[in-house]
């Protein structure tokens, strides 16, 4: 198999969808004793601390969500301003006592409270820290160093030279342990691989602006390369995204050291694994195997355009700029949580304004150019927005403007469609990622499904943080991928 042969997508895609039957037929009982741990860990690496600073950034949380790239200037990051990036975007922000043991809680969200995306960091010599290959301790807020040296060229490489890679002197990678979540979700893991890396993203994005690091997702990769600088074991874990930080003056990085391979030893996740076949599959018919692939993958295509509003149109009506929070991103994403209740009380229309013309701003992406692009298209069932009639609606991005598709009350559809769960049902307004898939695949292939899915994790982590910004709860639901906001 390979990029091109849709056909593996449809299988997947199709072969992993809930249905009304298969939701009650397929029980699916969770093995508690033999849970993976919440963590990878290195049982034979010196751990290199992270202090964490605790002052906040001066740029306001909404500015910061709002912000489409994070600089245009020459930025090296040091040893300080990383470990808000990456604290802020994967760490633990809390913990409380239950009586099975102690629950954590992570800066950004994830399905089922599995966190199964890992994060790792390749850079060259840097203020404070050596050049090397990393793995990014949550559970300790440590480095571990895997290799030793400037191995960037060999992602340089790997990306087919892309022009933000080649000049960031520190570069984070996303990849995922496929048990962690699949414990829960079974093959339906690798759809989550991108919605949850997507919502840690959006954290990470949102904090390189506020820190005026520049930022960037990058898709388009050989898959291969990147595992094996890591050492994964791809039966197991893989490489998702990359993200290079900073900006380097001068010429970019030089030839990398030997690549050796690397044996190294990691505490069990739990007992026994489950394989998921499907998983694999789907990954391995998405992989890039060249940088020319790499390339030619990323030449920019047309986006598919919504048709022209029929219905009756809303603008946009956000808050001014001097009535907004200035609260810092940092306060916001330790206040953030996942809504458990809503009030059914009404929102108003200058508050989801705000939301969505923060929130869906452009994402600097490889796989998102022109600038502006984009591969999911918003619709919202609107239960309770001051101002603006119950029903469903589309979003128009490029009018800032919200159409009526029908008016009604539809609180009981939208709880169906959660899985006839209470909270889409009782939130003031759910927002629905949908892509047309047959384009996205025409162009991008098999990994256009990634991209896909983790351009709508990316919106929705940051429709999550400015929601939480503006004293308003949210919460995501996997089924549909939806955010549901509301007073809580």
Not at 66 to 94: E, M
Not at 346 to 368: C, E, H, N, V, Y
Not at 401 to 419: C, P, Q, S, T, V
Not at 468 to 482: E, Q, S
Request: hydrophobic fraction near 40%.
């Amino acid at each position: 198999m390979n990029n091109r042969d849709l056909q593996a997508t449809w299988a997947y895609h199709n072969g992993t969808k809930h249905s009304y039957h298969g939701v009650r037929a397929i029980q699916h009982l969770l093995d508690w004793e033999n849970q993976p741990i919440l963590f990878k860990i290195y049982s034979t690496l010196e751990p290199i601390p992270l202090r964490r600073d605790a002052t906040h950034s001066t740029v306001s949380a909404l500015e910061a969500i709002a912000a489409s790239t994070s600089a245009d200037s020459d930025r090296v990051p040091d040893i300080r301003t990383l470990t808000q990036i990456l604290y802020f975007s994967a760490g633990i922000t809390k913990r409380i006592a239950y009586p099975r043991g102690e629950m954590l809680f992570r800066a950004a969200a994830c399905t089922g409270a599995l966190y199964h995306i890992e994060l790792y960091l390749i850079c060259g010599p840097l203020p404070g820290l050596p050049a090397g290959a990393y793995h990014v301790g949550v559970h300790d807020l440590a480095l571990h160093r895997l290799r030793p040296g400037d191995f960037r060229a060999e992602v340089v490489e790997a990306t087919g030279g892309e022009p933000a890679v080649a000049g960031a002197p520190a570069i984070v990678v996303c990849t995922s342990t496929y048990w962690r979540n699949a414990w829960k979700y079974r093959a339906r893991t690798y759809r989550h691989c991108f919605w949850d890396s997507g919502t840690l993203l959006a954290n990470m994005l949102t904090m390189a602006a506020a820190h005026q690091v520049p930022s960037k997702v990058i898709a388009g990769f050989v898959d291969s390369a990147t595992n094996r600088l890591l050492g994964l074991d791809v039966e197991r874990e893989v490489t998702l995204t990359l993200i290079p930080l900073g900006r380097a003056p001068g010429r970019g990085p030089r030839a990398s050291p030997a690549l050796e391979p690397l044996a190294l030893e990691t505490v069990p996740l739990s007992r026994t694994e489950v394989d998921y076949p499907a998983i694999r599959a789907m990954h391995e018919a998405s992989s890039l195997t060249s940088p020319e692939e790499v390339t030619a993958w990323r030449s920019p295509g047309p986006r598919p355009p919504l048709p022209e509003p029929s219905g009756r149109l809303f603008p946009l009506r956000p808050i001014g700029d001097d009535e907004l929070p200035r609260g810092p991103i940092e306060r916001v994403i330790l206040r953030r949580g996942s809504a458990r209740r809503f009030l059914r009380e009404p929102i108003t229309l200058a508050q989801l304004s705000t939301i969505l013309d923060r929130a869906t701003r452009r994402i600097p992406a490889d796989f998102l150019e022109p600038e502006g692009a984009s591969l999911n298209n918003l619709y919202l069932i609107v239960h309770a927005v001051e101002d603006l009639p119950s029903g469903a609606y589309v979003f128009h991005r490029d009018r800032g403007a919200l159409e009526l598709l029908k008016e009604g009350h539809f609180r009981a559809e939208a709880g169906y469609l959660g899985l006839e769960q209470a909270l889409p049902a009782d939130a003031s307004v759910n927002v629905f990622f949908l892509a047309d898939l047959p384009p996205i695949l025409q162009r991008l292939g098999n990994r256009g499904y990634r991209a896909a899915q983790l351009e709508a994790g990316i919106t929705g982590g940051k429709l999550y943080l400015a929601a939480y910004a503006l004293g308003l709860g949210a919460t995501g639901r996997t089924p549909f991928r939806r955010l549901s906001g509301g007073q809580q």
